[in-house]
């Protein structure tokens, strides 16, 4: 029944942006602390992005910083990652993930396709 759904992926020019969503349902959310991660072809999962359940406060991977912004809208169940002055290295697969600050197991979307042209 927890299901976690990204969107807003696509294809993007060097320098642009996109704002990717996270929908998640089944799960008290504001239980949750969200991530973003993202996967090229041949490599290991990257840990993009994290915000806490209960401050709200924000970390993010040296590779994204100053760039990136994660935020959650608990009232929409939704995490958001804002990516601006995209580059080609930022291209792979996006997933976000749930984690649970007491006892449950987490939870991870389906992914979302991002690809940044030169």
């Known amino acids: 029944q927890v299901q976690l759904v990204e969107s807003g992926g696509g294809v993007v020019q060097s320098g642009g942006s996109l704002r990717l969503s996270c929908s998640v349902s089944g799960v008290t959310f504001n239980t949750y602390d969200a991530r973003w991660y993202r996967q090229a072809p041949e490599k290991e999962r990257e840990w993009v992005a994290s915000i806490t359940s209960q401050f709200g406060i924000t970390t993010y991977g040296d590779s994204v910083k100053g760039r990136f912004t994660i935020s959650r809208d608990n009232a929409r169940t939704t995490v958001y990652l804002q990516m601006n002055s995209l580059k080609p290295e930022d291209t792979g697969v996006y997933y976000c993930?749930?984690?649970?600050?007491?006892?449950?197991?987490?939870?991870w979307g389906q992914g979302t396709q991002v690809t940044v042209s030169a």
């Open positions: 993930a749930a984690f649970p600050r007491v006892g449950a197991r987490e939870y």
